[in-house]
């Protein structure tokens, strides 16, 4: 218990400045335990500052030590004899090479500067319908030498892609983890996860190497910055500068946490708040076993930031019906990705599960889909290969799902074949075209959007390589891909109809003569969802959306054709003075020419949109103009004017 006459502060833990002195709080229950300072510079040992019994309360110890420069000095804690680095420190000093073996004993923490210029820095609060993710891995989006930025690797050499991903259409950026962690893990790590630490050291090379984490999915110090991923010695300075400068592009940043069961509840909002508050990140992608969605959902800090997860009860969240007064949850998981990548390649009875996933649309949060992420086959690779091939990974090829519903396009991995490549291209552009004419949030993976391959690899989680740097020179040999891919995002903005902030209603909700979103077959308004069905015909009425100049959005009709053969499929009638016009076919040189009825190209899509039709417009234009001239006419000989051609 704490003496008389001693101040106890012991919140937050970790080491904090506080005027001319820095409070150090450090959860022990141990009586021989406290700080040892170091020089920054050299590494030497300062101090050894033990902690008293009146400095505790609870397991938790408070000392406040004056004379310390924290721009001079580490510091770790100790038990006994054993060296302990802070769990809840803020800074890392020092720019380690990524991948060197480090002890967690050598883990020496510093102080973050305090004194960053934010210059006004704004959350940009992107809203969900309006956002374009994309999901990257800090060091291997510019590591390549094909980068060509001048901090390859790093948070700054993020930023210096901000000008492509702003090019791209990108509007958020979901980073891979970015606290701090031992790329390959320790002795005293190894051990903690096996029995308890009671495994021979042979036995642990056998059942756990020492094998480079390159994600970084494990539990972390995760109140700093990753040194390694920071050009210079100051991390904290470099992850500010970069989320800076996303903002100042209109740009969102969002970070993955990974939460392993031994990291005690209560302690992720407090993680989280840090980051937002000290950071100004836009949210979070939440990973783990044990995530308290509920809890960080009311946490009123976090009222406006992004969280994602796989799930949340909406109805213990927002009781009664209630209704956000912010949408910052969103649902991120997988159900998407299956279902679509078995449609692109040809399954049977997948028809009903694609047009639910594509209108999909949750009224209380958002909904994140994606055909790619981090985990899987990259989209080349999905058209490329029919197996993983994780050779590399040193496993005999047992790691990583076998479940990637892949299809090789019939040649498995690389190939010169024509047909083959030009089918790949369909298939990518397929899949590019599915994902962003779906009305949720789409996300990608870095590098999709021009052609990056892993050789098949679905699971590089040790591949500090050209296996998961992203080569550059890609986008240059499939500058159509990319080029496609950038239409499809110009359209989406330009049309509000195809990302509804609300959900599509199967029903004429404004009774104008046509439902918010309709489906339809070989004969218009009536669509066949048999189990050997693969091809249907989406429509969104513009009538329930107005453009950024305030007239109202144009209808859009969807035409998919998963089959190996083409497939007819009929168009509505538009009102009069519409008609139908062709505006992307997937199929390069398809004749998508008709009235009612369009032959789709197979294994294809194409979408159509509704366009003023010349021919009638005319018509109506000259009858309009008989009879305002017919109108003009008499009300001027009512007032005894000459009359005037009109």
Same mark, same amino acid.
Request: glycine share 8%; net charge negative.
């Given at each position: 218990?704490?003496?008389?006459?001693?101040?106890?502060?012991?919140?937050?833990?970790?080491?904090?400045?506080?005027?001319?002195?820095?409070?150090?709080?450090?959860?022990?229950?141990?009586?021989?335990?406290?700080?040892?300072?170091?020089?920054?510079?050299?590494?030497?040992?300062?101090?050894?500052?033990?902690?008293?019994?009146?400095?505790?309360?609870?397991?938790?110890?408070?000392?406040?030590?004056?004379?310390?420069?924290?721009?001079?000095?580490?510091?770790?804690?100790?038990?006994?004899?054993?060296?302990?680095?802070?769990?809840?420190?803020?800074?890392?000093?020092?720019?380690?090479?990524?991948?060197?073996?480090?002890?967690?004993?050598?883990?020496?923490?510093?102080?973050?500067?305090?004194?960053?210029?934010?210059?006004?820095? #704004?959350?940009?609060?992107?809203?969900?319908?309006?956002?374009?993710?994309?999901?990257?891995?800090?060091?291997?989006?510019?590591?390549?030498?094909?980068?060509?930025?001048?901090?390859?690797?790093?948070?700054?050499?993020?930023?210096?892609?901000?000008?492509?991903?702003?090019?791209?259409?990108?509007?958020?950026?979901?980073?891979?983890?970015?606290?701090?962690?031992?790329?390959?893990?320790?002795?005293?790590?190894?051990?903690?996860?096996?029995?308890?630490?009671?495994?021979?050291?042979?036995?642990?090379?056998?059942?756990?190497?020492?094998?480079?984490?390159?994600?970084?999915?494990?539990?972390?110090?995760?109140?700093?910055?990753?040194?390694?991923?920071?050009?210079?010695?100051?991390?904290?300075?470099?992850?500010?500068?970069?989320?800076?400068?996303?903002? #100042?592009?209109?740009?969102?940043?969002?970070?993955?946490?990974?939460?392993?069961?031994?990291?005690?509840?209560?302690?992720?909002?407090?993680?989280?708040?840090?980051?937002?508050?000290?950071?100004?990140?836009?949210?979070?992608?939440?990973?783990?076993?044990?995530?308290?969605?509920?809890?960080?959902?009311?946490?009123?800090?976090?009222?406006?930031?992004?969280?994602?997860?796989?799930?949340?009860?909406?109805?213990?969240?927002?009781?009664?019906?209630?209704?956000?007064?912010?949408?910052?949850?969103?649902?991120?998981?997988?159900?998407?990705?299956?279902?679509?990548?078995?449609?692109?390649?040809?399954?049977?009875?997948?028809?009903?599960?694609?047009?639910?996933?594509?209108?999909?649309?949750?009224?209380?949060?958002?909904?994140?889909?994606?055909?790619?992420?981090?985990?899987?086959?990259?989209?080349?690779?999905?058209?490329?290969?029919?197996?993983?091939?994780?050779?590399?990974?040193?496993?005999?090829?047992?790691?990583?799902?076998?479940?990637?519903?892949?299809?090789?396009?019939?040649?498995?991995?690389?190939?010169?074949?024509?047909?083959?490549?030009?089918?790949?291209?369909?298939?990518?552009?397929?899949?590019?075209?599915?994902?962003?004419?779906?009305?949720?949030?789409?996300?990608?993976?870095?590098?999709?959007?021009?052609?990056?391959?892993?050789?098949?690899?679905?699971?590089?989680?040790?591949?500090?390589?050209?296996?998961?740097?992203?080569?550059?020179?890609?986008?240059?040999?499939?500058?159509?891909?990319?080029?496609?891919?950038?239409?499809?995002?110009?359209?989406?903005?330009?049309?509000?109809?195809?990302?509804?902030?609300?959900? =599509? =209603?199967?029903?004429?909700?404004?009774?104008?003569?046509?439902?918010?979103?309709?489906?339809?077959?070989?004969?218009?308004?009536?669509?066949?969802?048999?189990?050997?069905?693969?091809?249907?015909?989406?429509?969104?009425?513009?009538?329930?959306?107005?453009?950024?100049?305030?007239?109202?959005?144009?209808?859009?009709?969807?035409?998919?054709?998963?089959?190996?053969?083409?497939?007819?499929?009929?168009?509505?009638?538009?009102?009069?003075?519409?008609?139908?016009?062709?505006?992307?076919?997937?199929?390069?040189?398809?004749?998508?020419?008709?009235?009612?009825?369009?032959?789709?190209?197979?294994?294809?899509?194409?979408?159509?949109?509704?366009?003023?039709?010349?021919?009638?417009?005319?018509?109506?234009?000259?009858?309009?103009?008989?009879?305002?001239?017919?109108?003009?006419?008499?009300?001027?000989?009512?007032?005894?004017?000459?009359?005037?051609?009109?």
């Amino acid at each position: 218990m704490a003496g008389c006459g001693v101040q106890i502060r012991p919140y937050p833990l970790g080491a904090h400045r506080e005027g001319d002195k820095v409070r150090f709080s450090f959860v022990s229950s141990k009586e021989d335990c406290g700080i040892l300072l170091y020089d920054r510079k050299t590494g030497r040992r300062l101090r050894k500052i033990a902690f008293s019994a009146d400095e505790r309360i609870g397991t938790v110890y408070c000392k406040y030590v004056e004379g310390i420069d924290p721009a001079l000095v580490t510091y770790q804690y100790y038990e006994g004899d054993r060296i302990i680095p802070d769990e809840h420190a803020e800074s890392f000093p020092g720019s380690p090479s990524y991948g060197r073996e480090r002890a967690l004993k050598d883990m020496k923490a510093g102080f973050s500067n305090e004194e960053f210029d934010w210059e006004g820095d #704004a959350r940009p609060h992107i809203p969900y319908e309006d956002c374009i993710c994309y999901c990257a891995h800090v060091r291997g989006f510019t590591r390549h030498a094909s980068s060509r930025v001048a901090h390859r690797g790093t948070f700054l050499g993020m930023t210096e892609k901000i000008p492509y991903l702003k090019e791209t259409g990108i509007t958020t950026v979901e980073l891979q983890p970015v606290y701090e962690f031992l790329e390959i893990p320790d002795e005293e790590e190894r051990r903690k996860a096996f029995l308890g630490g009671m495994v021979s050291e042979a036995d642990m090379d056998r059942i756990c190497p020492k094998k480079l984490n390159y994600w970084g999915y494990k539990r972390g110090f995760y109140f700093a910055p990753k040194a390694a991923y920071a050009a210079g010695e100051d991390a904290s300075w470099e992850f500010k500068e970069m989320v800076k400068a996303f903002h #100042a592009a209109g740009m969102e940043v969002i970070l993955q946490f990974y939460f392993p069961n031994d990291v005690k509840v209560r302690e992720i909002p407090e993680i989280l708040c840090f980051w937002v508050i000290n950071y100004h990140v836009d949210g979070f992608r939440l990973m783990g076993e044990h995530i308290p969605t509920t809890m960080l959902a009311s946490d009123p800090v976090l009222a406006d930031t992004k969280l994602w997860c796989d799930y949340f009860d909406e109805d213990a969240i927002y009781p009664g019906g209630e209704q956000p007064v912010c949408r910052n949850l969103a649902c991120y998981r997988d159900d998407y990705r299956y279902v679509m990548r078995k449609y692109l390649k040809g399954d049977e009875n997948m028809l009903k599960d694609v047009l639910f996933q594509m209108r999909c649309h949750p009224q209380r949060t958002g909904y994140i889909h994606y055909m790619t992420n981090y985990d899987g086959m990259t989209l080349m690779d999905l058209v490329s290969y029919d197996r993983k091939h994780n050779e590399a990974n040193g496993e005999d090829n047992r790691d990583g799902t076998p479940y990637n519903y892949s299809w090789n396009c019939g040649e498995e991995g690389g190939s010169r074949k024509k047909k083959v490549l030009a089918l790949r291209k369909k298939q990518i552009k397929n899949a590019m075209s599915l994902l962003l004419l779906s009305q949720s949030t789409p996300l990608i993976f870095m590098g999709d959007e021009f052609g990056n391959s892993q050789k098949g690899n679905n699971n590089p989680y040790c591949q500090d390589n050209a296996v998961t740097w992203l080569d550059w020179k890609d986008l240059d040999r499939n500058r159509e891909l990319y080029d496609f891919w950038k239409m499809l995002i110009a359209l989406r903005k330009a049309h509000p109809i195809l990302h509804l902030s609300r959900k =599509m =209603m199967l029903m004429d909700s404004l009774s104008c003569g046509y439902p918010d979103l309709s489906y339809h077959g070989k004969n218009a308004w009536r669509i066949q969802t048999e189990g050997c069905n693969r091809n249907a015909g989406i429509m969104v009425c513009g009538k329930y959306a107005k453009k950024p100049d305030g007239q109202e959005d144009d209808f859009f009709y969807l035409a998919m054709n998963m089959y190996w053969e083409p497939q007819e499929l009929a168009l509505p009638d538009l009102p009069r003075g519409l008609k139908w016009e062709s505006v992307i076919s997937t199929e390069e040189g398809a004749a998508l020419e008709g009235d009612s009825v369009r032959k789709i190209p197979a294994r294809s899509v194409c979408l159509f949109q509704s366009v003023v039709d010349e021919t009638v417009g005319r018509k109506d234009r000259n009858t309009a103009r008989k009879r305002q001239y017919e109108n003009k006419t008499v009300e001027k000989q009512k007032d005894g004017q000459d009359l005037e051609t009109f």
